[in-house]
């Protein structure tokens, strides 16, 4: 069983609740807050990462009992600290109240010594951590991967376009990417094939609207998609406008979710090494560190105004149509 003193009665930021001897715990390597080991990775992050920027180190609210006959064992902290025999893979533990060293986890590994010091010259797996800041070790992992010559394939990214990148602080290339794909969606409207198209079935549905809520809605349903198909056969070049349409729509996606981790490794170096080489970080450790973190991370706030400016250009090339129809 894992001897967990050092944090017996102690509260995970994630759930609120104690710890006890036999809790599986995880520190973030970032600030010290002990964690529930399955609280941690179901959270994705430090349940205390939004004071990260203001410097913030974890301070214990209990001190636990000291022991009735301490051991000499030879280690220099066995006076001082009763679990210094914890399970740490051989390793001392630090007297009590001392800064948990990054390799000590409570007996569960640092998430970050899975990996390299270096995800590339210059730029070290723990500052391209603070810059990422929201599931750092998925994305390092995946850094790695792309270090080591191989693919990556980033899910939201597929899903979510431009928006994505600009969640994550790549403003250039969320813009770009947004304003192509609303320039795949714009092309087809000025197209007079698929203009009468759209306009033929927005007529018929208009037309059927009320019979396909009647008791017996077959016969207007059937006669509502053999006019569907007419309109179909009328205009041939506006269905395959459609169906290029959805094809580059897909082949974008595949795009951005294949091109997305490449792009967020080069722009977490590059933001790392401005930092970094900036005259006003020289020599101040702690302010590097503090620039680190609020420069990286996420932005939820740019994401909903991109989404809010998609929608309303959307909704000019929406009424653009419209206009053309009548």
């Given at each position: 069983?894992?001897?967990?003193?050092?944090?017996?009665?102690?509260?995970?930021?994630?759930?609120?609740?104690?710890?006890?001897?036999?809790?599986?715990?995880?520190?973030?390597?970032?600030?010290?807050?002990?964690?529930?080991?399955?609280?941690?990775?179901?959270?994705?992050?430090?349940?205390?990462?939004?004071?990260?920027?203001?410097?913030?180190?974890?301070?214990?609210?209990?001190?636990?009992?000291?022991?009735?006959?301490?051991?000499?064992?030879?280690?220099?902290?066995?006076?001082?600290?009763?679990?210094?025999?914890a399970n740490t893979n051989g390793?001392?533990?630090?007297?009590?109240?001392?800064?948990?060293?990054?390799?000590?986890?409570?007996?569960?590994?640092?998430?970050?010594?899975?990996?390299?010091?270096?995800?590339?010259?210059?730029?070290?797996?723990?500052?391209?951590?603070?810059?990422?800041?929201?599931?750092?070790?998925?994305?390092?992992?995946?850094?790695?991967?792309?270090?080591?010559?191989?693919?990556?394939?980033?899910?939201?990214?597929?899903?979510?376009?431009?928006?994505?990148?600009?969640?994550?602080?790549?403003?250039?290339?969320?813009?770009?990417?947004?304003?192509?794909?609303?320039?795949?969606?714009?092309?087809?409207?000025?197209?007079?094939?698929?203009?009468?198209?759209?306009?033929?079935?927005?007529?018929?549905?208009?037309?059927?609207?009320?019979?396909?809520?009647?008791?017996?809605?077959?016969?207007?349903?059937?006669?509502?998609?053999?006019?569907y198909g007419a309109a179909?056969?009328?205009?041939?070049?506006?269905?395959?406008?459609?169906?290029?349409?959805?094809?580059?729509?897909?082949?974008?996606?595949?795009?951005?979710?294949?091109?997305?981790?490449?792009?967020?490794?080069?722009?977490?170096?590059?933001?790392?090494?401005?930092?970094?080489?900036?005259?006003?970080?020289?020599?101040?450790?702690?302010?590097?560190?503090?620039?680190?973190?609020?420069?990286?991370?996420?932005?939820?706030?740019?994401?909903?105004?991109?989404?809010?400016?998609?929608?309303?250009?959307?909704?000019?090339?929406?009424?653009?149509?419209?206009?053309?129809?009548?």
């Amino acid at each position: 069983m894992m001897n967990n003193f050092r944090y017996t009665n102690e509260k995970c930021p994630v759930c609120g609740e104690a710890f006890t001897e036999s809790s599986e715990i995880v520190v973030c390597p970032l600030c010290g807050t002990p964690h529930h080991k399955e609280c941690y990775s179901k959270n994705g992050e430090c349940g205390n990462s939004e004071k990260h920027n203001e410097g913030f180190v974890w301070k214990p609210e209990y001190k636990p009992e000291e022991p009735k006959e301490p051991q000499a064992n030879g280690n220099p902290y066995s006076n001082a600290d009763p679990y210094a025999n914890a399970n740490t893979n051989g390793q001392q533990m630090p007297p009590y109240g001392a800064p948990v060293p990054p390799q000590f986890v409570m007996g569960v590994q640092n998430p970050l010594n899975a990996f390299p010091p270096e995800i590339n010259d210059g730029v070290s797996t723990a500052d391209a951590a603070a810059v990422i800041k929201s599931r750092p070790e998925a994305y390092l992992r995946k850094f790695f991967l792309i270090k080591s010559g191989k693919r990556t394939f980033n899910f939201c990214a597929f899903l979510f376009g431009g928006y994505w990148f600009i969640y994550r602080k790549m403003y250039k290339l969320g813009a770009i990417f947004l304003a192509l794909t609303l320039a795949v969606s714009a092309i087809p409207i000025f197209i007079p094939q698929y203009t009468q198209l759209e306009s033929e079935i927005t007529a018929i549905t208009e037309e059927y609207e009320n019979d396909i809520y009647a008791e017996n809605p077959m016969d207007s349903l059937n006669e509502m998609y053999a006019k569907y198909g007419a309109a179909i056969k009328k205009h041939p070049i506006g269905v395959a406008v459609i169906a290029v349409q959805y094809a580059v729509d897909i082949a974008l996606s595949l795009y951005f979710g294949f091109i997305a981790d490449r792009k967020y490794k080069e722009h977490i170096e590059k933001k790392v090494r401005e930092i970094n080489s900036s005259e006003d970080t020289a020599g101040n450790e702690e302010f590097r560190k503090l620039r680190l973190f609020s420069e990286g991370g996420t932005t939820f706030g740019y994401t909903v105004l991109a989404i809010m400016a998609v929608n309303i250009v959307s909704y000019a090339l929406s009424s653009l149509l419209t206009m053309l129809n009548m």
